[in-house]
Antibody, heavy 120, light 111 residues
């Protein structure tokens, strides 16, 4: 059974870099049928796509995040990561990782989510 | 501000059917049949309930159905049950640089 699990620090200081890892179990992230992505949800608000990465390493990110996003793959550990630089309080959110089927609108499954708070 | 517009809240009595919309533009909902819907209970991760406009993943109740016309997608919940009380989000590809957009979310209340 495919499972995704976010990990990383739950507290990040303003202006620093938020770094999260999504550990994938039950399937290989090297499959050409899927993208692997990050979505976030500020407290009490809606979902926002952050970015996605393909098995080849090609990545895409939300232009609204103004080039602060880097997504990478580690196929040896079957995991992928998110780096978000120069964070502010506005980046406080629950961060989810999820699998996205290519040529489809299907995002499934999702990790349980991880609250990251930006505060000094 | 979300790119796709949903009503903030919808309510219905047990057993009733409710339908609510997800409105976009010719750059997202109007450009693709890549529309999906997610159910999110408080404190939980979103769960896929409809993908590619009208397809249900295995294990999702057939009380959930999706459709699309032009720049607007719709989700119908038939035979409303207490467990359907949750937030619902739509999502679509977009031709803009954003690539993927989500709706603003609809809170469903079972009276």
């Amino acid at each position: 059974q495919l499972q995704l699990q976010e990990s990383g620090p739950g507290l990040v200081k303003p202006s620093e870099t938020l770094s999260l890892t999504c550990i994938v179990s039950g399937a290989s992230i090297s499959s050409s049928n899927y993208y692997w992505g990050w979505i976030r949800q500020p407290p009490g608000r809606g979902l926002e796509w952050i970015g996605s990465i393909f098995y080849s390493g090609t990545s895409y990110s939300n232009v609204s995040l103004k080039r602060r996003v880097t997504i990478s793959l580690d196929t040896s550990k079957n995991q992928f990561s998110l780096n978000l630089t120069s964070v502010t309080a506005a980046d406080t959110a629950v961060y989810f990782c999820a699998r996205h089927v290519t040529h489809s609108s299907s995002w499934t499954p999702w990790g349980q989510g991880m609250l990251v708070t930006v505060s000094s | 501000q979300s790119a796709l517009t949903q009503p903030a809240s919808v309510s219905g009595s047990p057993g009733q059917s409710i339908t609510f919309s997800c409105s976009g533009t010719s750059s997202d909902l109007g450009a693709y049949d890549y529309v999906s819907w997610y159910q999110q209970h408080p404190g939980k991760a979103p769960k896929l309930i409809i993908y590619d406009v009208r397809h249900r993943p295995s294990g999702v109740s057939n009380r959930f159905s999706g459709s699309k016309s032009g720049n607007t997608a719709s989700l119908t919940i038939s035979g409303l049950q207490a467990e359907d009380e949750a937030d619902y989000y739509c999502s679509s590809y977009t031709t803009s640089n954003t690539l993927v957009v989500f709706g603003s979310g609809t809170e469903v209340t079972v009276l």
